[in-house]
Nanobody, 123 residues
């Protein structure tokens, strides 16, 4: 399975962006999906995750209330709506497909990873 992330860009603080992540095909099992991000010189960190059916979501404290994750299983696509962006949100954002159907914050729970899309927020 290949994941293709898109939608990143350069925006000013307070702006919004919507990231998309399209899978080349559906996996053989029903997988939760997530977004992680990595800023220069920092470890890749959990941002948000959504269960297979979308009934359960999880957000890091740093993005809760500003970001919204969603998915369209019919289109094999994952979304991340990012509002009220801050300079500290600047990072490469990666989408990932989990090996389980429930949300997880642990990187090694995720089997497939996208190539990343750059989000830069200027002050």
């Amino acid at each position: 399975v290949q994941l293709q992330a898109s939608g990143g860009g350069l925006v000013q603080a307070g702006a919004s962006l919507r990231l998309s992540c399209t899978a080349s095909r559906r996996t053989s099992s029903n997988n939760a999906m997530g977004w992680f991000r990595q800023a220069p010189g920092k470890e890749r960190e959990f941002v948000t995750a959504i269960s297979w059916r979308g009934e359960s979501t999880d957000y890091s404290d740093s993005v809760k209330g500003r970001f919204t994750i969603s998915r369209d299983n019919a289109k094999n696509t994952l979304y991340l709506q990012m509002n009220s962006l801050k300079p500290e949100d600047t990072a490469v954002y990666y989408c990932a497909s989990s090996m389980t159907s429930t949300t997880s914050r642990t990187r090694n729970t995720y089997r497939y990873w996208g190539q990343g899309t750059q989000v830069t927020v200027s002050s």
